[in-house]
């Protein structure tokens, strides 16, 4: 009985690279940033509760407050997304 053709694949060759090549490490300013606007929002918050009836400009802005400091932590938050 003949033999049957063995069919041979073709060699492997990966994709090319599409990507641009990745970033290095984030600036070390960066790490001071991201932390210090999430400490301003702490302490925003902070100070709301305890001295906003002293403070002119804070019992003006009233639940505002609120989301100035959420929204500093958040800022915060959404850079260490970003951090390498």
């Known amino acids: 009985m003949p033999k049957s053709k063995v069919r041979r ?3 492997y060759t990966p994709p090319p690279k599409a990507g ?3 970033a290095g490490p984030s600036h070390p300013a960066y ?5 210090g606007v999430g400490l301003l929002g702490l302490a925003w918050l902070v100070v709301n509760y305890l001295a906003s009836e002293s403070i002119p400009f804070m019992q003006d802005l009233g639940p505002w407050n609120f989301l100035i400091g959420f929204g500093l932590i958040v800022v915060s938050l959404l ?4 951090w390498r």
């Open 79 to 82: 850079m260490t997304m970003k």
């Open 31 to 35: 790490v001071v940033v991201m932390l």
């Open 20 to 22: 641009p090549a990745p």
């Open 9 to 11: 694949k073709p060699a």
